[in-house]
């Protein structure tokens, strides 16, 4: 199941009412460059950009602020190892309660608020006939290394995150652990989402990239291009 091979006619129409709400709703900063994986191995990612220009850090919480997001600004801190978090805010309400949320880029926590906002609650609404009240997420900052590799994480540097889970108004709990090859609705409700991160964020990653990934999706602001799986 790749980003760019859904299910159905059905939910390539339903694909079109959701990206064309989230149009509606606009984002929070640009969108990202897509480029599709190749199949087999993994993808080395490119040495760690530099701290963001302070006035792009200050456009990117004006921005926040102009979409009523309610966050605290964090203070840049090098944490040793080469671990950092710089520029990193912590978001305090999106309009959409989600759980674990540490430090974060600014960009990365525009990026996941637009995505919360425009691509997961209409995706709710539209394929699973429910309200989405909680986005469960394993957390944002943490010094690690990638999973099987030395180099560092953008999780080490407060630019990943990784949802686990949704909760919706009717009670169901959605992971991505079951339900990426679960039930026909909640396969699309999970494709659909997808796709619209993969148009938001530089990298994601789900449970086709590899084991490590069989639970959650893990989105990034690393690097210049796009990385889809």
């Given at each position: 199941?790749?980003?760019?091979?859904?299910?159905?006619?059905g939910?390539a129409?339903?694909?079109?009412?959701?990206?064309?709400?989230?149009?509606?709703g606009?984002?929070?900063?640009?969108?990202?460059r897509?480029?599709?994986?190749?199949?087999?191995g993994?993808?080395?990612?490119?040495?760690?950009p530099?701290?963001?220009?302070?006035?792009?850090?200050?456009?990117?919480?004006?921005?926040?602020q102009?979409q009523a997001?309610a966050?605290?600004?964090?203070?840049?801190?090098?944490?040793?190892?080469g671990c950092?978090?710089?520029?990193?805010?912590?978001?305090?309400?999106?309009?959409?309660?989600?759980?674990?949320?540490?430090?974060?880029?600014?960009?990365?926590?525009?990026?996941?608020t637009?995505?919360?906002?425009?691509?997961?609650?209409?995706a709710?609404?539209?394929?699973?006939?429910?309200?989405?009240?909680?986005?469960e997420?394993?957390?944002?900052?943490?010094?690690?290394?990638?999973?099987?590799?030395?180099k560092?994480?953008?999780?080490?540097?407060?630019?990943?995150?990784?949802?686990?889970?949704?909760?919706?108004?009717?009670?169901?709990r959605?992971?991505?652990?079951?339900?990426?090859n679960?039930?026909?609705?909640?396969?699309?409700?999970?494709?659909?989402?997808?796709?619209?991160?993969?148009?938001?964020?530089?990298?994601?990653?789900?449970?086709?990239?590899?084991?490590?990934?069989?639970d959650?999706?893990?989105?990034?602001?690393g690097?210049?291009?796009?990385?889809?799986?």
């Amino acid at each position: 199941m790749g980003t760019t091979v859904l299910r159905g006619v059905g939910l390539a129409v339903l694909l079109t009412a959701v990206m064309a709400l989230a149009a509606c709703g606009g984002d929070l900063v640009p969108r990202g460059r897509v480029a599709s994986a190749s199949k087999g191995g993994s993808k080395a990612s490119p040495a760690r950009p530099s701290a963001p220009p302070p006035l792009e850090v200050k456009q990117c919480m004006a921005k926040l602020q102009s979409q009523a997001v309610a966050f605290t600004p964090l203070p840049d801190r090098s944490f040793g190892g080469g671990c950092s978090a710089l520029g990193s805010v912590k978001l305090l309400d999106i309009g959409v309660p989600a759980t674990n949320l540490g430090a974060m880029t600014c960009n990365l926590a525009a990026n996941f608020t637009a995505w919360a906002r425009y691509g997961v609650q209409p995706a709710a609404r539209l394929i699973l006939g429910a309200e989405i009240e909680r986005i469960e997420t394993f957390g944002t900052y943490s010094c690690r290394p990638i999973a099987g590799s030395g180099k560092l994480s953008e999780h080490a540097h407060s630019n990943a995150i990784d949802v686990s889970a949704f909760v919706l108004s009717d009670g169901r709990r959605i992971t991505v652990e079951q339900g990426w090859n679960g039930d026909k609705r909640t396969r699309q409700f999970l494709e659909i989402i997808h796709a619209s991160a993969c148009k938001r964020f530089n990298t994601v990653l789900s449970p086709d990239y590899n084991a490590a990934h069989h639970d959650h999706l893990h989105f990034d602001m690393g690097g210049k291009g796009g990385f889809c799986r």
